[in-house]
């Protein structure tokens, strides 16, 4: 006769504020590359005809320092917090401030224009055709920080659930050198 009594395993806290570092590789990846293309774009845009005024390339405004520098830099932070963790509350951190910086990508152009006189400080597409207009404005602001919120969303679900692979993990590292050899003892 077998027996099929079931045990529950009830996670302790430890276990829940662990977390694979694989959970957040690929979000963690793609925030990083999406950071860098924020942060850049101003400055190597120009260069292939794609950029804001003014369109020269390296060309330095603090309007691209807390509209585009600030923000990638902070979503690209962000993508290195959900790469390099295996702590669920510093994997939220990181996802909430890459959210926070696509955010940021998606409303600080407009509301700039409140601050400096209705004109935005980023400045205007520097595109002539209405295609080119609407593709800079996807790919320097809004498209961008819609991306970059989408995908810290994806990381902050798949932070937030505690899965039975995330305990079982876990419960095959020692979590002191007692337990370790308590372990082979019982072998």
Do not use: K
């Not at 601050?115 to 597409?125: I, M, Q």
């Not at 404005?137 to 810290?152: D, K, N, S």
Request: proline share 6%.
């Amino acid at each position: 006769m077998t027996d099929t009594t079931l045990t529950h395993h009830h996670p302790t806290i430890a276990e829940r504020m662990h977390v694979p570092r694989s959970r957040g590789a690929l979000t963690g990846f793609l925030l990083v590359l999406l950071g860098i293309w924020g942060a850049l774009v101003p400055f190597l845009g120009p260069v292939f005809g794609y950029a804001f005024t003014p369109d020269d390339a390296w060309h330095y405004t603090t309007g691209r320092l807390f509209l585009e520098i600030l923000p990638g830099a902070a979503t690209a932070f962000g993508g290195l917090v959900l790469l390099g963790t295996a702590n669920r509350p510093t994997a939220h951190l990181g996802a909430w401030l890459a959210t926070l910086a696509g955010l940021w990508f998606v409303v600080g152009q407009p509301l700039s224009a409140l601050t400096n006189d209705g004109v935005p400080r980023a400045g205007h597409p520097a595109a002539s055709s209405v295609t080119g207009v609407v593709a800079e404005q996807i790919g320097f602001f809004y498209g961008l920080g819609a991306v970059i919120i989408l995908v810290a969303a994806y990381a902050l679900g798949r932070m937030s659930v505690v899965g039975y692979r995330d305990v079982a993990v876990y419960d095959e590292v020692p979590r002191d050198e007692n337990a370790a050899h308590r372990a082979d003892r019982a072998d």
